[in-house]
């Protein structure tokens, strides 16, 4: 699905001579590395807080703790995405609210949003999934109307930009009142182990947010409130500076794979391809294609003896999972996620897929299909 090691090949030289001086510098923890990383991503976002953590579900979490949420607040998020979001509403002992999605753009629906509200809805987490936006105009509405706030799940669309119908354009996650963001190694922006980030355009959030990463300390050892310890080290800064540098590039090279199975896909009797909506550019961290009457595990069966990987993004909603109150929900409250699970299949994307490796894997895909 991901090819990190040509990845790695092209950037080796820079990243094994920074690491090398970080080992011979000691700086392991809160180094000059993270710092300028924050600093560089801030610019790259055009945010004024970048807050380094741990890794994107510590993120979420960190941003719940720093809304000050109360136990039993209803938090309203999309019932097709990875479990993550879901996790750390449940953690904290507020109630998660499941609701549909679009068909077009697997986002969050704005209509079942509306219908989910209630005096107790304190919040929503739209999911930027697959690497587009959610419709952010339409959610900032609504929460501005209700008076909630909104934590923007930014893991999978780092580097993409909404294009308000005001005419502005700002990237994903640097809308709401927090962005989250994974650097797992297979994300956009990846590092090599565990990473994440908290944006903010609020000083006053931006100021709680790095006293919760830092145990909870305002001055040094005068502790204001519970946090936890959420770091991002420095080897892993250092890595993502470098990468940083070419994320824009990295960008392109999803978008031009995107294109050439698009090209091939639509062609194709039964199969849709992804939907590039409007208000967001797509920065491809998934490539989803809706299949109809498919049976998803066996032509991932075929795909695998012909030693191309395709995953299934996301096999089960997430509200007829045991873990997240299965049984609170009406199965039937959705049809888009419910119709989703049954009908998509994502393929190998990245950023040093060739034109010979989507050739194969194209015809590879077609054969199941037509045979
Ligand atoms: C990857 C991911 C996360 C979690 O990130 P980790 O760094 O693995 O904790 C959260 N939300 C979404 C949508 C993700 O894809």
């Not at 094994?16 to 001086?21: A, P």
């Not at 953690?91 to 219908?115: G, H, M, Q, Y």
């Amino acid at each position: 699905m991901v090819d990190l090691v040509s990845q790695y090949e092209k950037i080796k030289p820079e990243i094994d001579k920074k690491l090398s001086e970080i080992m011979s510098s000691a700086s392991f923890i809160n180094g000059p590395e993270v710092k300028e990383f924050q600093t560089e991503l801030e610019n790259y976002l055009d945010v004024k807080h970048v807050i380094p953590c741990a890794n994107g579900t510590d993120a979420l979490q960190i941003a719940l703790m720093a809304l000050g949420l109360q136990p039993g607040d209803e938090v309203i998020t999309s019932d097709f995405t990875f479990a993550a979001t879901v996790e750390v509403i449940k953690l904290l002992k507020l109630t998660p609210v499941l609701v549909d999605v679009e068909r077009d753009t697997f986002n969050i629906s704005i209509d079942a949003i509306k219908k989910a509200i209630t005096p107790k809805t304190k919040a929503i987490i739209p999911v930027h999934l697959f690497g587009q936006c959610s419709n952010m105009d339409d959610i900032m509405a609504i929460a501005k109307q209700h008076q909630l706030y909104v934590v923007e799940d930014t893991a999978q669309a780092i580097g993409a930009k909404f294009i308000s119908k005001d005419g502005w354009t700002k990237s994903a996650g640097c809308i709401g009142d927090i962005g989250t963001t994974s650097f797992f190694p297979s994300k956009n922006l990846g590092c090599f182990g565990d990473g994440g980030a908290i944006f903010t355009n609020n000083d006053e959030l931006a100021t709680t947010l790095r006293s919760i990463v830092n145990h909870g300390m305002g001055k040094r050892y005068y502790y204001d409130r519970v946090g936890v310890n959420s770091r991002l080290d420095s080897m892993q800064a250092a890595i993502l500076r470098i990468k940083l540098r070419q994320l824009n590039s990295y960008i392109e090279n999803r978008q031009k794979a995107a294109k050439y199975y698009s090209d091939f896909f639509s062609q194709i009797e039964g199969v849709e391809v992804p939907t590039i909506s409007d208000f967001s550019t797509h920065v491809f961290h998934q490539y989803t294609l809706k299949i109809k009457g498919i049976n998803q595990f066996e032509a991932q069966e075929f795909m695998k003896e012909k030693g191309v990987p395709m995953m299934i993004y996301y096999p089960m909603p997430l509200h007829t999972q045991k873990a997240y109150d299965a049984d609170k929900y009406n199965h039937s409250d959705f049809p888009i996620t419910n119709e989703l699970c049954e009908c998509v299949v994502s393929l190998p994307m990245h950023t040093e897929l060739d034109e010979e490796q989507l050739a194969y894997i194209t015809s590879s895909l077609k054969a199941y299909l037509t045979k």
